[in-house]
């Protein structure tokens, strides 16, 4: 690709208004994790279920915090009635039945917690672990790129009360605020895992906001299609992806954080950033919007002690995987302790128009076993002069994680924002 360097400015002239000195990764004059987070879920005591919930909830229903909720098998909320859920209110996942709850298409979930009184949803085991139970569903009717106005999730649920998409970008599927999800997950026999949270044809109305999802067995957040903003979203330590966008989905997540472990991988994938257009592309209507993500002010790290090690040892993947037809601008982000940071599908052509479609500027790209690369290629040249190019901001470090973030492994109280110093790190890379 001869001509990559010769029309980047082209392409990049007048474009950027590019600031080298804001901040990246998470953002916030206070570490925002206060207060609402877990991150050693398996030490508290929810105390004892006194409520059941099962079968379909029909009717406008709501849920009290002086209550404990055990979810027993797939609980449906349809019939476009609304479940509210009152800050502070624990609802149990049963183990042993499998237990998910689905919001149908046209139905609400109200589940606004607060900052010093969020809402939990848990495994009812006595020694919790990922994939206790099943997972949130939210169904919506906002447009995917399948043919057709309506798809069908596949968790061996009732097909009748799982169908999602339609046109109605400004659907409103409720509200999720201050939520916990933990140890979600649970595998379904021959259809893979649970995603402790599908977001499936969701519209631009619903509000998703300060959502934690902790050791979870399959996907954290899946996003099939919709249009959607998320803000202040944690995933720490899932087996399998943290953040997985497909089917035409547009989304924007702002202010966001992956936490990985060397130690918690899944055969089929365990990444922080999962972005495609499909899985087949039979099926998939091409005059459709395909899957576009807008990403502000992430944070992808592995939380590793010692990363080097880990990566010699054949533990660590990519932090970021792009597939073919698909658009991604990633902004003011870190990745750090990665190998590599980013892997591109062997299926996209390194050229300038492919290259407009997947963006990373002012990032910091920290401790990784290389940036960019193309899967199955180890040539990355074309891609490190594309992206190393000052234009676009991009800065580039060796520094172990306690120096890079201000109180990573603090047990209680983590801070995962970047050290104030570390965005003057080189352009050098």
């Known amino acids: 690709m001869k001509t990559i360097t010769q ?135 906002a447009p995917t790129n399948k043919f057709g106005n309506a798809s069908s999730v596949n968790f061996d649920l009732d097909t009748s009360l799982t169908s999602y998409g339609g046109s109605n970008v400004s659907s409103n599927s409720g509200v999720l605020k201050f939520v916990r999800i933990e140890f979600a997950g649970k595998k379904i026999k021959g259809l893979g895992n649970f995603n402790a949270l599908l977001l499936a044809g969701v519209g631009n109305k619903t509000v998703l906001e300060n959502i934690m999802i902790s050791y979870s067995a399959g996907d954290s957040f899946e996003i099939f299609g919709g249009e959607l903003t998320l803000n202040k979203m944690v995933s720490y330590k899932s087996s399998s992806d943290d953040y997985k966008f497909n089917f035409g989905t547009q989304c924007r997540i702002d202010n966001s954080l992956a936490i990985r472990s060397s130690y918690l991988t899944s055969s089929l994938g365990s990444r922080c950033i999962d972005v495609a257009s499909y899985d087949k592309k039979e099926g998939i209507d091409f005059t459709k919007k395909q899957t576009s993500v807008i990403a502000t002010n992430l944070t992808l790290v592995n939380n590793s002690e010692n990363i080097n090690a880990d990566i010699q040892l054949g533990l660590v993947k990519e932090a970021v995987y792009v597939s073919e037809n698909t658009f991604l601008d990633l902004k003011r982000t870190v990745i750090s302790g990665f190998n590599p940071a980013v892997l591109l599908d062997n299926k996209i052509e390194i050229n300038g128009e492919n290259l407009k479609k997947i963006k990373f500027e002012e990032m910091y790209f920290n401790f990784c076993k290389g940036n960019i690369f193309t899967e199955y290629n180890s040539n990355n040249e074309d891609l490190e002069n594309w992206y190393g190019n000052s234009a676009f901001s991009n800065v580039y470090s060796k520094s172990d994680n ?15 924002r970047l050290r104030i110093a570390k965005i003057t790190a080189s352009n050098d890379h």
Do not use: C, H
């Open 402 to 416: 306690k120096e890079t973030f201000i109180d990573l492994f603090n047990d209680k109280k983590p801070d995962f």
């Open 7 to 141: 029309i980047i400015w082209m392409l990049l002239f007048g474009v950027f208004g590019v600031n080298a000195q804001q901040e990246k990764g998470i953002i916030g004059s206070n570490n925002w994790l206060n207060n609402w987070t877990e991150f050693k879920p398996n030490k508290v005591d929810y105390g004892e279920a006194n409520q059941i919930l099962a079968g379909n909830i029909t009717v406008n229903t709501k849920l009290y915090k002086k209550n404990v909720y055990i979810l027993q098998g797939s609980v449906f909320v349809t019939n476009n009635a609304t479940l509210t859920i009152e800050p502070g209110t624990v609802i149990i996942g049963d183990y042993e039945s499998s237990a998910s709850l689905v919001i149908t298409k046209g139905a609400t979930i109200i589940a606004e917690g607060l900052e010093t009184d969020p809402i939990v949803f848990t495994s009812n085991r006595s020694s919790r672990k990922a994939g206790d139970w099943g997972g949130i569903v939210i169904l919506g009717d």
